[in-house]
């Protein structure tokens, strides 16, 4: 794991449904600092900051929170909260990192060779989109690789088969089933064909 972004926030002085509307509407997200050791921190960050993170690191990255007038945390995004109805995010929690402290994280998966599944008329499906993984906050990976090229219809990738980093582990099922191949369907073109050929005019 490693830092890739700075925020900025500033501390929170109202709370309550109202505040955090304005706070939504002005561009920023009412958000709370948490971890081991220390009291919670009632912050608003940058609304357009946080996602710009989140979809370029992904949750388990690392980023530099830096609050005005008071100190810059280590954090990572540990929870974000929808509006129900309206969509969008209206709420976002952050959890200090101490690396050399072990910590849980929702680490997404990332194949490769995708390009030579598709070539071979097979695609990937997804049962789990990240894997829950605990251990050092240093040793975090960014994502969990798997390289799809060698694959083939019926192979299965299990949470077992996954390579993890030295350190970090999965608790879940290593029988559980990450990823799959399928064989995609070949149109009939037979039947396409039929279909198009002229029907001769009685005589």
Same mark, same amino acid.
């Given at each position: 794991?490693?830092?890739?972004?700075?925020?900025?926030?500033? $501390? $929170?002085?109202?709370?309550?449904?109202?505040? @955090? #509307?304005?706070?939504?509407?002005?561009?920023?997200?009412?958000? @709370?600092?948490?971890? #081991?050791? &220390?009291?919670?921190?009632?912050?608003?960050?940058?609304?357009? %900051?946080?996602?710009?993170?989140?979809?370029?690191?992904? #949750?388990?990255?690392?980023? $530099?929170?830096?609050?005005?007038?008071? /100190?810059?945390?280590?954090? &990572?995004?540990?929870?974000?909260? @929808?509006?129900?109805?309206?969509?969008?995010?209206?709420?976002?929690?952050?959890?200090?990192?101490?690396?050399?402290? +072990?910590?849980?994280? +929702?680490?997404?998966?990332?194949?490769?060779?995708?390009?030579?599944?598709?070539?071979?008329?097979?695609?990937?499906?997804?049962?789990?989109?990240?894997?829950?993984? $605990?251990?050092?906050?240093?040793?975090?990976?960014?994502?969990?690789?798997?390289?799809?090229?060698?694959?083939?219809?019926?192979? =299965?990738? =299990?949470?077992? *088969?996954? /390579?993890? !980093? /030295?350190?970090?582990?999965?608790?879940?099922?290593?029988?559980?089933?990450?990823?799959?191949?399928?064989?995609?369907? #070949?149109? *009939?073109?037979?039947?396409?064909?039929?279909?198009?050929? !002229?029907?001769?005019?009685? %005589?």
């Amino acid at each position: 794991m490693k830092k890739e972004e700075t925020i900025k926030g500033v $501390r $929170r002085t109202e709370t309550g449904s109202g505040a @955090n #509307k304005r706070l939504r509407r002005d561009g920023f997200l009412p958000g @709370n600092i948490f971890g #081991k050791g &220390m009291d919670t921190v009632q912050v608003a960050v940058r609304r357009d %900051e946080v996602m710009k993170g989140l979809a370029k690191h992904g #949750k388990a990255a690392e980023f $530099r929170l830096e609050v005005e007038g008071d /100190k810059t945390y280590d954090v &990572m995004v540990r929870e974000i909260q @929808n509006l129900p109805t309206k969509g969008g995010v209206q709420h976002v929690d952050f959890q200090r990192i101490i690396l050399s402290e +072990e910590l849980k994280a +929702e680490v997404p998966v990332k194949t490769v060779g995708t390009e030579f599944v598709e070539t071979r008329h097979m695609y990937i499906l997804h049962q789990m989109d990240v894997i829950p993984v $605990r251990g050092l906050a240093k040793d975090l990976p960014e994502a969990v690789e798997i390289d799809v090229a060698h694959l083939h219809p019926g192979d =299965t990738v =299990t949470v077992g *088969d996954l /390579k993890l !980093p /030295k350190g970090i582990v999965c608790d879940v099922d290593p029988e559980s089933p990450v990823l799959s191949v399928k064989e995609a369907k #070949k149109h *009939d073109e037979t039947v396409e064909e039929a279909a198009e050929e !002229p029907v001769a005019d009685a %005589e």
